[in-house]
Structure formats: structure tokens, C-alpha cells
Nanobody
Framework: VQLVESGGGLVQPGGSLKLSCEVSGFLLDAFAVGWFHQAPGKERERVSCISGRDGSTYYKDSLKGRFTISRDNAKKNTVYLQMDSLEPEDTGVYYC?????????????????????WGEGTQVTVSS
């Protein structure tokens, strides 16, 4: 099982970035992928999730309208996080993860499952 993030970088406030999470070793159709943000000196927190089973999504309340999670229907193994109107507070490392061992208990992004497979992260810096 592998999850690999890409797409991070340096962007000015108000700008946009699109992160990618490419997964291998499991079928995205049967599980979910979540995106997490760890700001400098802070704990990692979940920002979004998409269910591969039915496409349902979850967003952290404060990010609704700025971030959009989606799945590449052609490639079948890639999840994206479109980030618009970026703010300096969005700076940090972004991780994607999947709850492969726990998803069967309650297959819903809104239930905040335990995520047990993680990528190594991609750095996003929002600064002028």
C-alpha cells in the first residue's frame, strides 16, 4: 500500500494550488482518502475526505468554499485537493491517508474513521 502526495509549493496569498494523492496497493473504489494539514508547531488535523464508494465528501467547516476534494474518474487511483483563496494560515505539510483497516466498521467520511495508511506529505507555503 502506498500513498504519494504531490503538488505542493510556494504561493502568494489569494493564490491556488492543486494537490494530488496517487494511491497504489488498494482499490480506491472500496475505501476513502482523506487530506490532513499540519501547520508549523501544531497538531495534524483533517481537512477533507472523499469516499471512493459513493463519492460523498467531508470538509472542515472553516474550509468550505475554498477547498474542493475530487477523484480522477479516468485514472481511478488519484485524489485531488483544489485549494483556492489560500491564506498564510494554510501553510504547512499536507498529507493524504486512507482508513483501510477501519473503513468497514463505518464507511462514512463524516464519521472520521481512523486513518492507518499515510503518505509522506507535501509542503505548502503561502507567503508574499
Amino acid at each position: 500500500v502506498q500513498l504519494v502526495e504531490s503538488g505542493g509549493g510556494l504561493v502568494q496569498p489569494g493564490g491556488s494550488l492543486k494537490l494530488s494523492c496517487e494511491v497504489s496497493g488498494f482499490l480506491l473504489d472500496a475505501f476513502a482518502v482523506g487530506w490532513f494539514h499540519q501547520a508549523p508547531g501544531k497538531e495534524r488535523e483533517r481537512v477533507s475526505c472523499i469516499s471512493g464508494r459513493d463519492g460523498s465528501t467531508y470538509y472542515k467547516d472553516s474550509l468550505k468554499g475554498r477547498f474542493t476534494i475530487s477523484r480522477d474518474n479516468a485514472k481511478k487511483n488519484t485524489v485531488y485537493l483544489q485549494m483556492d483563496s489560500l491564506e498564510p494560515e494554510d501553510t504547512g505539510v499536507y498529507y493524504c491517508a486512507s482508513p483501510l483497516s477501519t473503513w468497514y466498521r463505518n464507511p462514512s467520511c463524516s464519521s472520521n474513521p481512523d486513518y492507518d495508511y499515510w503518505g509522506e506529505g507535501t509542503q505548502v507555503t503561502v507567503s508574499s
